[in-house]
């Protein structure tokens, strides 16, 4: 559940903190007060879209943070092990958005990204808004819902089926491409040519380094001998570093018996010693090298060759390594194209049937939940006062491979006793739009995880006792899930179990808004506003009193 919400300087917002319960909660107040603005903080945490408009004015960044309490499921272990976070019984959600528009995100304090909590917060919290609802006018979100519903049973078969599918379209890309490549003998010559050069200059990155340094030896042979002689004369003749300390050593060696010298006197001798092998190992190692012509020619021009690969197939030995093997995997593709179209062929069957196979699964679950599904949006209508509609899922098997198998799903509905089958935008009003997208959505939640339900004014367009029946079942889901419903109806905020009121206070020069939740006096006052408007009557005090008891 949303345990807690912080909110500073986002949009109209200068500071809010919100305690949220278990239960059904109500967020009221006027239009423009800023009740949409507290989903979209929400939104924020979700995952949506940031932009530099939500930071208020004069104000450097918004916080927007979100503790959540809820149940580790498989499904919620998974999604964390694959973000790498780890999964606990509370999460914390924070989102900085800078007034230039950039934005950070943190999970559990630990640095994020928008896709983490796109593909997290999925499982700890679902917002349900009247553009959610026109989704229902898209066929293509059909099936989704559909999917939601069998989900338990479908969702493992369905993972299953995009990597498959994902397989079947690579090979079949593939295919494509090689019947539709050149396959000219100019090309195959062409080919041929750049293998060639390429096996002409066959040394890994590490041999191409050890060439370079040596290379670069040779060029700088001559600065280095000056150098190696310039420091033998410092170190050995007469008056060099090392005869002038060995006469050192001599000079305090007889201070060696006396303790208190015994111990730097065997560090200057220990000195000078380390220093002699120092300075033999320097000269050994140049004496080692010497300059050749012919061996520097060598590599100047195997230097060059590999730049000159390098501009024309990868940075790297290694990249031009790969682009070898695909070569050698072209030329025998044109050597042997009929061949390798016929592999290709035969492999993208075997993989069709493997992954149509899948898909028949799918579509026989399906089938058997549209039935159930279908009845269980049948009751939910009857009791939201729509009892003459039907609801009818209607499956049909797709002869193509699709994202989501092989199943074609439309919802279908008739409102009024005797009329037609058809698309649900073609005939429902708003209001019952509003009552059928609840239907599905109170159905579906009842075999989902998730914790946490916004609706965010999803009752629009309704009144009187379809209103009360919309809050029974908001309250209903709420018995087992937290609700929290943004409304503008009286009817629904008087059966909330806390009830949140924001303002809106405006100054000359800006607009500030802010929540606080209502106590059972203060409940009474505003759902008597919302019956009769800015003028409070005692009757409305009156009918909001008979509401709460009701």
Do not use: W
């Amino acid at each position: 559940m949303l345990k807690s919400l912080y909110v500073s300087s986002f949009v109209i917002i200068d500071k809010m903190k919100i305690d949220f319960q278990e239960g059904m909660s109500v967020i009221t107040g006027e239009t423009g007060a800023g009740k949409s603005i507290v989903i979209d903080a929400i939104g924020q945490l979700c995952g949506n879209r940031s932009s530099a408009s939500f930071v208020k004015k004069r104000c450097s960044e918004a916080v927007i943070e979100g503790v959540f309490d809820v149940t580790v499921t498989p499904q919620l272990e998974a999604i964390c092990q694959q973000l790498h976070i780890e999964a606990d019984d509370e999460f914390i959600i924070t989102k900085n958005i800078q007034s230039n528009g950039k934005s950070q995100v943190k999970i559990n304090y630990q640095s994020s990204t928008h896709n983490a909590l796109k593909l997290l917060m999925p499982y700890l919290i679902d917002i349900h808004s009247q553009f959610e609802t026109q989704k229902l006018f898209a066929q293509k979100n059909h099936i989704l819902l559909l999917d939601e519903y069998a989900k338990d049973e479908l969702q493992d078969l369905f993972l299953d089926y995009q990597t498959q599918f994902q397989q079947y379209k690579d090979i079949q890309q593939h295919l494509n491409q090689t019947i539709q490549e050149d396959m000219s003998d100019e090309q195959l010559d062409f080919l041929k040519s750049q293998l060639k050069e390429i096996e002409e200059v066959s040394y890994t990155d590490d041999e191409i380094d050890r060439f370079e340094e040596e290379l670069k030896i040779l060029q700088n042979y001559e600065k280095m001998n000056e150098s190696i002689q310039n420091f033998e004369q410092l170190m050995n003749n007469g008056q060099g570093v090392l005869p002038k300390l060995k006469e050192a050593t001599y000079e305090i060696q007889s201070l060696s018996s006396y303790q208190e010298f015994e111990e730097p006197v065997e560090s200057i001798q220990n000195l000078y010693y380390n220093l002699l092998d120092i300075t033999e190992n320097i000269l050994d190692t140049y004496r080692s090298f010497h300059f050749d012509e012919y061996r520097f020619n060598e590599l100047q021009d195997i230097i060059f060759k590999v730049n000159r690969l390098k501009r024309k197939y990868g940075f790297t030995m290694q990249n031009i390594q790969e682009y070898h093997d695909e070569l050698i995997q072209k030329i025998q593709t044109i050597e042997n194209r009929e061949e390798y179209i016929l592999q290709l062929q035969n492999k993208l069957q075997q993989q069709e049937k493997k992954t149509k196979d899948i898909a028949m699964q799918m579509h026989h679950i399906r089938k058997k939940y549209a039935k159930k599904f279908e009845a269980d949006i049948h009751q939910e209508l009857q009791d939201l006062y729509l009892d003459k509609a039907i609801f009818k899922v209607q499956i049909k098997e797709s002869q193509m491979l699709q994202p989501y198998g092989c199943t074609d799903v439309q919802f279908m509905v008739s409102i009024n006793q005797g009329q037609d089958l058809s698309l649900l935008n073609e005939t429902a009003s708003g209001g019952e739009i509003s009552r059928i997208m609840l239907a599905i959505k109170t159905t579906i939640l009842e075999y989902n995880s998730i914790d946490t339900i916004i609706f965010d004014e999803i009752d629009t367009g309704v009144s009187g006792k379809v209103a009360t029946k919309i809050g029974e079942k908001m309250k209903k889901t709420a018995s087992k899930k937290q609700v929290i419903c943004i409304t503008h109806l009286p009817q629904v905020a008087a059966l909330a179990d806390y009830h949140y009121c924001i303002e809106k206070k405006s100054t000359d020069d800006e607009t500030i808004t802010s929540i606080h939740l209502l106590d059972s006096n203060q409940k009474i006052i505003e759902i008597a506003k919302m019956l009769s408007g800015e003028t409070m009557t005692q009757e409305a005090i009156a009918n909001a009193k008979k509401l709460l008891d009701a």
